[in-house]
């Protein structure tokens, strides 16, 4: 099969020719559609992100959707033409998407929504299980909540949005100037982080009272503000990128709480992997009722310009999710 190979860090991928594996027990082997690009795709390519573990020479991509192609021992949920998708591999020991086909864990997989294709399926695993861990596993979302999402616009960010709203919750959204139509669309009022103060609209939104839930896709500073607009006893802050070091005073003086979210845990672990299908299911009755989309990329990549695709999130030019095309 032709494969795009990480060979250094630090280097760009190169094609390769390997061979297609074999689905062991539990794993079905898939042929690889699309391929979505996240922003840690690049950082592992960079050799900028220990957490994931990879070992060169190793296949990239952690998103994919396709078509069951055989299905290893002990697999009855999928069958020969069944169309998946999933946050499968390019983490730790797991091959990744990067390729025609990839053997992987039943249990990482759910069928694809049959509203979208395969590129906006493509698009969705890892922003989907990081939002749905962070909102529904962690912070419990329910209807009539008040939930700020930090970076509405981006890919977790916009899904974290069309998943709260589709759980009842009232739903604001910070971005740059450029995003807040996007934000708009996607059903969240929008704030525009760089000109209206945390405590601003803390005041106008919440009557000065914080947020129910505050998901930070952000890290940093953004953390840091986080904690000052949640709700005092029961708000709820949880961040996908909270590596630095933070003061939990503000969170604490409001006794108030946080949690975070490490998505490749189980990818890595092999611990929890039937709950990220899980959780694919419901996003796929979620996206089938047209409460899901992704924010995808018009521009058509394919694995011989990976590269460019690469470049093109590292300098964050895109428009939405970028899916490479692998058929």
Same mark, same amino acid.
């Given at each position: 099969?032709?494969a795009?190979?990480? %060979?250094? &860090?630090g280097?760009? #991928?190169?094609?390769?020719e390997?061979p297609t594996p074999?689905?062991g027990p539990g %794993?079905? #082997?898939v042929?690889?559609h =699309?391929s979505?690009v996240?922003?840690?795709d690049?950082?592992i390519?960079?050799?900028?992100a220990a957490?994931a573990r990879? /070992?060169?020479? !190793?296949?990239?991509?952690m998103?994919l959707?396709g *078509?069951?192609? %055989?299905?290893?021992p002990?697999?009855?949920a999928?069958?020969r033409g069944?169309?998946?998708y999933?946050?499968?591999?390019g983490v730790?020991?797991?091959q990744?998407?990067?390729a025609?086909y990839? =053997?992987?864990?039943?249990?990482l997989?759910?069928?694809?929504?049959t509203a @979208?294709?395969?590129r906006e399926? !493509?698009?969705l695993p890892? !922003?989907?299980?990081?939002?749905? $861990? +962070?909102?529904v596993?962690?912070?419990?979302?329910?209807?009539g909540q008040?939930v700020?999402?930090?970076g509405?616009?981006g +890919?977790?960010g916009?899904?974290a949005? /069309?998943?709260?709203?589709?759980?009842g919750?009232e739903?604001?959204?910070?971005g740059?100037?450029?995003?807040?139509?996007v934000?708009?669309a996607?059903?969240?009022?929008? *704030?525009?982080r760089? !000109?209206?103060?945390?405590? $601003?609209? *803390? =005041? $106008?939104?919440?009557?000065? $009272?914080?947020f129910?839930?505050? &998901?930070d896709?952000?890290?940093g500073?953004?953390?840091?503000?986080? &904690?000052?607009?949640?709700?005092?006893y029961t708000g709820?802050?949880v961040?996908a990128?909270?590596?630095g070091?933070?003061?939990?005073?503000p #969170?604490s003086?409001?006794g108030?709480?946080?949690?975070?979210?490490?998505? @490749?845990l189980?990818? #890595?672990?092999?611990?929890?992997r039937e709950?990220?299908?899980e959780?694919l299911?419901k996003?796929? /009755? @979620? =996206?089938d009722?047209?409460l899901?989309r992704?924010?995808l990329?018009p521009?058509?990549f394919t @694995?011989d310009?990976v590269?460019r695709?690469?470049?093109e999130?590292? /300098?964050?030019t895109?428009?939405?999710k970028i899916v490479?095309? *692998?058929?």
């Open positions: 099969m032709h795009m190979v990480l %060979e250094q &860090f280097s760009p #991928l190169v094609p390769r390997l074999t689905p %794993e079905v #082997l042929r690889v =699309a979505g996240n922003p840690l690049t950082k390519r960079a050799g900028a957490h990879v /070992q060169p020479p !190793a296949v990239l991509g998103d959707a *078509v069951v192609e %055989e299905t290893g002990g697999v009855d999928f069958r069944d169309e998946v999933g946050l499968t591999g730790g020991a797991l990744g998407s990067l025609q990839a =053997a992987v864990d039943a249990r997989l759910a069928p694809k929504p @979208l294709d395969m399926a !493509a698009a890892l !922003a989907v299980v990081t939002a749905w $861990e +962070g909102l596993d962690r912070a419990g979302v329910r209807p008040r700020l999402v930090h509405g616009a +890919g977790v916009s899904v949005v /069309q998943i709260a709203a589709a759980h919750a739903v604001y959204a910070t740059s100037p450029r995003s807040l139509d934000i708009r996607l059903g969240a009022t929008p *704030v525009d760089t !000109a209206v103060p945390v405590e $601003e609209y *803390v =005041a $106008e939104h919440t009557d000065g $009272e914080g129910d839930i505050v &998901f896709t952000v890290g500073a953004v953390l840091d503000a986080s &904690f000052t607009a949640a709700r005092t709820h802050v961040s990128l909270g590596w070091t933070h003061s939990l005073a #969170l003086f409001r108030a709480t946080y949690s975070g979210v490490f998505t @490749l189980p990818m #890595l672990t092999g611990r929890g709950h990220h299908g959780i299911r996003a796929t /009755q @979620l =996206a009722r047209r899901l992704p924010l990329d521009r058509r @694995l310009t590269a695709a690469h470049t999130v590292e /300098q964050g895109a428009a939405g490479v095309d *692998v058929v």
